[in-house]
């Protein structure tokens, strides 16, 4: 298990809904940034993608160096990226604090997630909703953190796929100790008990948060919903 400071202060703060910054306003990012800090989230859930993994590209080293000079929360980069072992230092020097790679993006899994540990990191592993669990089972002792995508990587705003809540209950049940669960993909206030309640621990949120005015409210709505699941 890593021993890095914002990890284990993740770990310690959950369950907790991590904003995905894919639909923020990047003109305002100090602004947008403020508001998140404002509405009391524990990390930043940010999603890399490019345009060969999947179909669509985001952003990469300059904005999670941006946003590590702008705070001092968790910074979960999600990689959806193909063969990400070409760039796991950089990502380390950007500043990142767990880094999750999709396992179907390369041949090597296992020691991609050392190479993440190996720098002081929390690993952390993804899988699509097509993918099974059989897929991941070997690499778990490898993992700080599970990824259970509930859309296909890609895009912010689809509808949540309930293969989720199986693979969550069963990783819920085989996890070692420490491990930290995270569902990722159309988790709003209709879906977010039954991740709550199928095991997850981390709930990355977009649309449901960044598709309103007011993320306080937003957030703090999410959370009760998971103090009652
Ligand atoms: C999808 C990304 C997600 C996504 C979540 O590939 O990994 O983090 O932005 O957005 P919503 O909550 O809108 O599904
Ligand atoms: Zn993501």
Do not use: W
């Amino acid at each position: 298990m890593t021993q890095n400071r914002r990890v284990h202060r993740l770990r310690s703060a959950s369950p907790a809904v991590l904003p995905s910054l894919l639909m923020c306003d990047f003109g305002n990012l100090e602004r947008e940034l403020m508001r998140l800090e404002g509405a009391g989230v524990e990390a930043l859930h940010l999603d890399v993608m490019d345009g060969s993994f999947v179909p669509n590209l985001t952003y990469g080293f300059p904005i999670i160096e941006a946003l590590r000079r702008l705070t001092d929360l968790p910074l979960d980069v999600h990689l959806m990226i193909d063969h990400p072992e070409r760039y796991i230092n950089h990502f380390a020097h950007a500043g990142a604090d767990l880094i999750t790679i999709h396992v179907e993006a390369t041949e090597q899994p296992g020691e991609v997630l050392n190479q993440i540990r190996s720098l002081g990191l929390g690993s952390g592993l993804a899988l699509n909703p097509d993918t099974p669990l059989t897929r991941i089972e070997r690499f778990l002792d490898q993992c700080d953190l599970v990824l259970v995508m509930s859309v296909n990587a890609g895009f912010g705003g689809q509808k949540f796929n309930t293969i989720a809540l199986e693979k969550l209950r069963r990783l819920n049940e085989i996890r070692p100790a420490g491990m930290m669960l995270e569902v990722d993909g159309g988790v709003n206030s209709s879906t977010i008990a039954s991740c709550a309640a199928a095991g997850a621990d981390l709930f990355v949120v977009g649309s449901a948060i960044f598709g309103q005015d007011n993320y306080t409210a937003a957030v703090h709505g999410l959370n009760e919903l998971l103090q009652t699941a």
